[in-house]
């Protein structure tokens, strides 16, 4: 019984209440927004995106820790974060979701997080959601990566197989980070998966 | 984990086990949204780790009870990993779903973008269809008895306009 209650435990803690549909997610070409809004590092520190983009492109993906999407993709995150980042792009992961929906997405469970996975770039807390509000992301993990103009370039998914990492066919997300950091067009500019619906505060 | 196993037997409706969900793409279940018949169809799509979409389960089990006799269409679609659809079984059984359900087959984006473009992916999300198979409205997230049945319904009175 014991056990069988500790393997639910991760389910009760996935999605939770509806979400009205975001108004729509950022086109591609949009500048980012929302760049000036202090949000704290997962190292204690206040960051922005302002503080965050490099002129190389910036990655920021929306994710959390309790989704069963986002940790099935979440090594696949991280190793992408870091060889990016090492390689002069700005790299960041929110957290949007309200930890009294998912208790699992506290800002202690994202400091644990990062820590376990090794993530070399921040991982910060959206405090009222309104960064993901204005970026128009509706799930976790979602991707939205910025050209050097600060232009998105790439919206969507992190590959096309969250279930199983060696069955990928079509690597979106690090096809469109070496398109940008190349300067060359993006190909693939928008894709979707399905996921965990962000717990958006009210 | 024997409690467990006496909870899960009375939860469940005796005689009433559910069919394993049959793989389906996106064409799939807008066939079965088509297959003429229904005032209304109502598609949920859910997943045995989405803790919302079990809350939601019995609500749009219970409008598919109470709408049914006036047209209402139901079509579950299962988002499990490959791999769990034992779990999805056994959830559908617990929860008295006696008839056949889907769980979607390929790859993701081919199944969010060909079920709907305007799904976003995240789950869970409910569809409604008109008599003809017409997109009326759709949501992402969790919702209520009153709403999802509020909804269903009018889906089912759009029938009455020409």
């Known amino acids: 019984m014991t056990r069988h209650a500790l393997l639910a435990l991760p389910i009760a803690l996935c999605l939770q209440t509806g979400t009205a549909l975001a108004a729509g997610a950022l086109p591609i070409g949009a500048t980012m927004p929302m760049v ?42 991280v190793e992408l974060g870091n060889t990016y980042a090492s390689k002069g792009m700005g790299v960041v992961a929110i957290n949007a979701n309200d930890p009294k929906v998912a208790p699992d997405d506290s800002y202690e469970g994202m400091q644990q997080r990062a820590k376990d996975r090794g993530m070399q770039f921040p991982y910060v807390v959206d405090a009222t959601s309104n960064v993901a509000r204005a970026f128009g992301a509706t799930k976790t993990p979602e991707a939205f ?58 | 984990m024997l409690a467990a196993l006496v909870l899960a037997a009375v939860a469940s409706v005796p005689g009433k086990s559910a069919p394993p969900p049959s793989p389906a793409a996106a064409e799939t279940i807008l066939a079965e949204v088509r297959k003429p ?25 219970h409008v ?24 999805a079984t056994k959830f559908l059984s617990s929860e008295g779903v006696d008839f056949p359900t889907y769980v979607r087959t390929g790859k993701d984006e081919a199944f969010v973008d060909g079920l709907e473009p305007q799904w976003s992916g995240a789950i869970p999300a409910t569809f409604l269809y008109d008599s003809k198979g017409k997109l009326v409205r759709f949501w992402e997230g969790k919702a209520s008895y009153p709403v999802i049945k509020r909804r269903a319904q009018a889906a089912l009175d759009t029938k009455e306009t020409p």
């Open chain 1, 145 to 202: 990566l910025f050209d050097k103009d600060g232009k998105l370039a790439y919206h969507g998914a992190i590959d096309d197989n969250g279930d199983d990492a060696a069955k990928v066919e079509k690597a979106y997300l690090k096809l469109a980070l070496d398109s940008v950091l190349s300067e060359s067009d993006v190909a693939v500019k928008e894709t979707k998966s399905i996921g965990c619906t962000i717990k958006f505060r009210s």
């Open chain 2, 64 to 87: 598919a009870r109470d709408l049914g006799p006036k047209g209402l269409r139901l079509v579950l679609v299962s988002v499990d990993f490959p791999g769990d659809e034992e779990a």
């Open chain 1, 36 to 77: 000036d809004v202090q949000m704290k590092n997962v190292d204690g520190k206040e960051l922005d995106l302002a503080e965050i983009r490099k002129p190389a492109g910036t990655l920021v993906i929306f994710t959390c820790n309790h989704c069963p999407f986002a940790k099935k993709w979440e090594s696949r995150i």
């Open chain 2, 37 to 61: 018949g229904a005032g209304a169809v109502l598609v949920n799509v859910w997943a045995t780790w989405c803790a919302p979409c079990r809350e939601e389960f019995p609500d749009v089990l």
